[in-house]
Nanobody, 115 residues
Framework: QTQLVESGGGLVQAGGSLRLSCAAS????????MGWYRQAPGAQRELVAN???????YYADSVKGRFTISRDDAKNTVYLQMTALKPGDTAVYFC?????????WGQGTQVTVSS
């Protein structure tokens, strides 16, 4: 069974940090384009960061310099380190895995940043 399970969300004050984890099963994180998306209330889901199979990463302008995506192949897990958090980062964060044949999504984890 293919599954992505996010964890690490929570409530944090502005300026604080969180690290989100995405544990994968049934799919190898180094054989897929792994992405972190977020969706705020009333807004569309947006790409935050992704990592290609070769390790190249992309970041949305709004998070560049503050967020870092990384991958632990041994643990088959992808991370999103978030620093200097702002209230505008409040959203449900989703992990995704994309291959030629399928897109897989996690259930999401809530991140709330208080001012």
């Amino acid at each position: 069974q293919t599954q992505l399970v996010e964890s690490g969300g929570g409530l944090v004050q502005a300026g604080g940090s969180l690290r989100l984890s995405c544990a994968a099963s049934g799919i190898l994180v180094n054989a897929a384009i792994m992405g972190w998306y977020r969706q705020a209330p009333g807004a569309q889901r947006e790409l935050v960061a992704n990592m290609l199979t070769a390790g190249d990463s992309y970041y949305a302008d709004s998070v560049k310099g503050r967020f870092t995506i990384s991958r632990d192949d041994a643990k088959n897990t992808v991370y999103l380190q978030m620093t200097a958090l702002k209230p505008g980062d409040t959203a449900v964060y989703f992990c995704s895995a994309r291959t030629l044949f399928r897109d897989v999504w996690g259930q999401g984890t809530q991140v709330t940043v208080s001012s």
